[in-house]
T-cell receptor, first 117, second 112 residues
């Protein structure tokens, strides 16, 4: 099946710093990528949808100036958590849709665990 | 009301048992339905799509009831390796840009 990678897999940072998470589709072109966040014992919550070459669409309650998303190519999307605080500690998972495949095909990356001290 | 709701469990069953999970969704315009499995600290992995006519994959059977707006997952002959969190997911949107919304997950523990 299609492979989506994320980097880094785990990051620990001090409060106030910015953290960039990369999401790559390794063997397909992802016209659409999704960013989810999952707090312990809770479900995945969609943060934003990004389409290559255009601005991301953020879900209600997600601050676009805090969670910067860039989808500059068909294989790479980045999420930058700016001025991270302890409440931003979470499991961040990206997902990519194969633009050439069935629109039901959505592949998940392995996730990035962010801990803000 | 949440868009997608599941009983969080946990369900603790012995090996060999049959266990069923239900999931309800609120948007009647939802078009696609899925069950995912998520192991601890891992990403969700697609277990199976759910079709209107119901579908089976080995020990797993999924069903969709559009009138009542719920989907179900039945696991027969449970194995220890089935222990995981099971997430139902619903896609809304009539184009390829539909949004996938997840339930909070049902925790299953299969014990010897």
């Amino acid at each position: 099946g299609a492979v989506v990678s994320q980097h880094p897999s785990r990051v620990i940072c001090k409060s106030g710093t910015s953290v960039k998470i990369e999401c790559r589709s390794l063997d397909f072109q992802a016209t659409t990528m999704f960013w989810y966040r999952q707090f312990p014992k809770q479900s995945l919550m969609l943060m934003a949808t990004s389409n290559e070459g255009s601005k991301a669409t953020y879900e209600q309650g997600v601050e676009k100036d805090k969670f910067l998303i860039n989808h500059a190519s068909l294989t790479l999307s980045t999420l930058t958590v700016t001025s991270a605080h302890p409440e931003d500690s979470s499991f961040y998972i990206c997902s990519a849709r194969d633009g050439a495949g069935s629109y039901n095909e959505q592949f998940f990356g392995p996730g990035t665990r962010l801990t803000v001290l | 009301r949440k868009e997608v709701e599941q009983d969080p469990g946990p369900f603790n069953v012995p090996e060999g048992a049959t266990v069923a999970f239900n999931c309800t969704y609120s948007n009647s315009a939802s078009q696609s339905f899925f069950w995912y499995r998520q192991d601890c600290r891992k990403e969700p992995k697609l277990l199976m799509s759910v079709y209107s006519s119901g579908n089976e994959d080995g020990r797993f059977t999924a069903q969709l009831n559009r009138a009542s707006q719920y989907i179900s997952l039945l696991i027969r002959d449970s194995k220890l390796s089935d222990s995981a969190t099971y997430l139902c997911a619903v896609r809304t949107g009539g184009t390829s840009y539909g949004k996938l919304t997840f339930g909070q997950g049902t925790i299953l523990t299969v014990h010897p």
